[in-house]
């Protein structure tokens, strides 16, 4: 067994809110400044040409790219071989979003309560935390801090099998259609596909983690992706709904095994701050 | 695209007259930022026969929820959250003399219907692009509910803050006329 400590957790966490919030991943700003090369619409190069300064500022003056900092969802890889000293690793890497969210002057945005009681946690905890157990002796953990305005335009189908490759695709267009200006474009497009409705969800969540602009590995769903991405960058909406060419820099599909009758859909958005940060211990 | 048109607070009805969809403007003076649970707070109150916190009259709404300032700093990044949140709100205080609003993402058919009404502007910045907009903010003082953390309303004087003017008050709405303009049809196979 390797032991790592709570403490270790915290501190990682911490360190990776900051950083998730202040400086966007290279392969998500290399996507916006190819964006703005293709863009053709006024308003869109516009907005684009902001967004771009704003991440250079960010990054520079160690300020949040966007106000909305998220609620913070964290995919953890837990190796069986990692034995967790010194108490819970679920509070110490709650402990870390409290100190990251307050050291790094990130903004609270959790309520304690969904629905009776919508008083703000006032340290963004709890983070919403996905563990899965690996091979291995490594602890993985992936953040992402997810702003309300993408986060609120994502949608799920429970899809017929016959509906097939068509119905998908239909779906996954109209949903960014309806979504609109909403979400912030040009957005990462994350769907789940196959699995049962939970799992399709926590899929899109996962294919939004991925290196912004990777293709699947299997030629079919990179094929899909592709497809998916130009029908949706024929919508118009653009950067900012504003009207354009570029309302997606990158659609990912993940998928999983599924029932013989069902045939699940998620599509979750992520705006143009697409932020995610990860280590491993 | 379009000159500047610089505007300064209060706002008036002849001014919002003169500004179509599509317009780039610059706001210069004191405007107050408000989201969901302030909204929610001042239509309760206008429906219990209670005065609104501030005087909303030939002002602008800001819809932000700001990061903390660090020190040295006015205020933390601040940009746009999305104001289709407030479209069960806006009507009301539009009828209270609300003269603009500030925000991103397209309104309902409702709002712009009680902006044609009543003579009112709806601006959108550009939304994520916060640290680079918090550069026009100089000052910030929390006038109401401040229990809300970064829901309070916060009263603020900005200096050349750009904006797009995404609904003009007759109607015009660039999310769109700009979205027909690129949307292109399916190729044929």
């Not at chain 1, 837990?78 to 509070?91: D, F, H, N, P, Y």
């Not at chain 2, 909303?56 to 990044?77: E, F, H, L, M, N």
């Amino acid at each position: 067994m390797r032991e790592i400590s709570t403490r270790t957790i915290t501190d990682k966490v911490r360190e990776l809110c900051i950083k998730a919030a202040y400086d966007l991943p290279e392969d998500v700003e290399v996507l916006l400044k190819q964006g703005l090369e293709k863009e053709e619409s006024d308003f869109g190069k516009y907005s684009l040409d902001k967004i771009i300064k704003n991440v250079s500022l960010a990054r520079h003056d160690h300020v949040p790219m966007c106000q909305d900092t998220g609620i913070t969802v964290i995919l953890v890889r837990l190796g069986q071989q990692v034995k967790i000293v010194g108490g819970s690793m679920t509070e110490a890497i709650n402990e870390g979003v409290r100190q990251g969210y307050t050291d790094g002057y990130l903004r609270k945005s959790v309520v304690a309560d969904p629905l009776l009681n919508r008083v703000n946690t006032g340290d963004n905890t709890p983070a919403v935390i996905h563990t899965e157990v690996v091979e291995g002796d490594a602890l993985h953990i992936q953040i992402l801090p997810k702003g309300a305005g993408s986060e609120n335009m994502g949608a799920v189908k429970m899809c017929k099998p016959s509906e097939g490759m068509d119905g998908v695709m239909d779906f996954i267009v109209d949903s960014v259609t309806n979504a609109g200006g909403n979400p912030c474009p040009p957005i990462i497009v994350g769907v789940g596909i196959g699995g049962t409705m939970d799992q399709c969800t926590l899929l899109a969540k996962k294919a939004l983690a991925r290196h912004a602009g990777s293709a699947h590995p299997e030629p079919g769903y990179a094929e899909m992706e592709q497809q998916l991405l130009e029908r949706i960058n024929r919508l118009g909406i653009g950067p900012q709904g504003f009207g354009g060419r570029v309302t997606a820099l990158a659609v990912h599909i993940e998928t999983f095994p599924t029932h013989i009758a069902m045939l699940p859909v998620c599509v979750t958005l992520n705006c143009h701050a697409a932020r995610h940060t990860e280590a491993t211990l | 695209m379009a000159e500047q048109k610089a505007l300064t607070i209060p706002l008036t009805y002849d001014q919002v007259k003169g500004l179509r969809a599509g317009d780039l403007v610059t706001i210069t003076g004191t405007i107050y930022t408000a989201r969901d649970a302030a909204h929610k707070n001042m239509t309760e109150a206008l429906s219990a026969g209670e005065a609104l916190p501030m005087n909303i009259t030939d002002q602008v709404i800001y819809y932000a929820g700001p990061t903390p300032a660090k020190p040295g700093r006015v205020i933390g990044s601040c940009g746009p959250t999305t104001s289709g949140r407030m479209d069960a709100y806006s009507p009301t205080l539009l009828a209270e003399g609300l003269r603009g609003m500030i925000g991103k993402g397209p309104r309902s058919p409702e709002v712009i219907e009680a902006m044609k009404q009543h003579g009112a502007v709806y601006f959108a910045a550009v939304g994520g692009a916060a640290a680079v907009i918090s550069d026009s903010i100089t000052k910030v003082d929390v006038v109401a509910y401040e229990e809300l953390g970064p829901e309070a309303i916060r009263k603020m004087e900005v200096v050349d803050y750009p904006c797009v003017v995404a609904i003009d008050s007759f109607g015009n709405d660039l999310y769109k006329l700009g979205v027909e303009k690129y949307k292109q049809t399916e190729p044929t196979t």
